[in-house]
């Protein structure tokens, strides 16, 4: 049973344009969200997150909204780059009194065409 | 700064071999600490996670085991491995408290042949 889900496995943009990835969830205990990048043979970077109270969060060319009522989140990267071909992947988290889980989805591969 | 290692990057393994993947965290004190795998063309699954020393939860019932004999070292084993237990293996770290993200290291390819 998949609490975090990311039904586009794979998503194609061209360069300069935006990026949209998404992201739903079905556990309503999660209350912090994650998208972390991924290239190949490499560990996941931590992109960017956005805690349960807020609706918005912008860094840069990347911001995520979240959707509580909906259980759905989305990044988006404007404008796209080349260098942002790489696996999205959406991640949540609850912080437990055994420690703090983090579950993430399946990914989404992303590709930037020049 | 804090930093996250992880060997080896690659490892070819042969059916029924012991397996014994490290980590170790640099620059934190009592981290929790995790291990994921991603199989080939899937997403990352969390295998085991631990808030102290001798304090690990197992996630999935499998052929591994965890182990934490020290607060910033994590080692992740098997007796004897089996085909399905290829894939790419991550060790992460967090600080434990509320609204952190976890940092993983370069992970280790493991194919069992």
């Known amino acids: 049973d998949q609490q975090v889900k990311q039904n586009s496995p794979s998503l194609s943009v061209q360069e300069g344009r935006i990026s949209i990835l998404n992201c739903d969830y079905t556990?309503?205990?999660?209350?912090?969200f994650l998208w972390y990048k991924k290239y190949p043979a490499e560990g996941p970077t931590f992109l960017i997150s956005?805690?349960?109270?807020?609706d918005k969060n912008e860094d840069g060319r990347f911001t995520v909204f979240l959707n509580k009522s909906a259980k759905h989140l989305s990044l988006h990267i404007v404008p796209s780059q080349p260098g942002d071909s790489a696996v999205y992947f959406c991640?949540?988290?609850?912080?437990?009194?055994?420690?703090?889980?983090?579950?993430f989805g399946p990914g989404t591969r992303l590709s930037v065409l020049p | 700064s804090q930093t996250i290692h992880q060997w080896p990057a690659t490892l070819v393994q042969p059916v029924g071999s012991p397996l014994s993947l490290e980590c170790t965290v640099e620059g934190t004190s009592n981290p929790n600490l995790y291990w994921y795998r991603q199989a080939a063309g899937r997403g990352l699954q969390l295998l085991f996670y631990?808030?102290?020393?001798?304090?690990i939860s197992s996630e999935v019932p499998q052929n591994l085991s965890a182990s934490r004999p020290q607060d910033r070292q994590f080692i992740l084993s098997s007796k004897k491995l089996l085909l399905s237990d290829s894939g790419f293996y991550l060790c992460?770290?967090?600080?434990?408290?509320?609204?952190?993200?976890?940092?993983f290291g370069q992970g280790t390819r493991l194919t069992v042949v």
């Open positions: 631990s808030i102290g020393i001798d304090q």
């Open positions: 992460a770290w967090s600080t434990g408290t509320p609204n952190t993200e976890a940092f």
């Open positions: 956005i805690s349960s109270i807020k």
């Open positions: 991640a949540a988290s609850a912080f437990r009194t055994y420690g703090q889980n983090f579950v």
């Open positions: 556990n309503s205990m999660f209350d912090y």
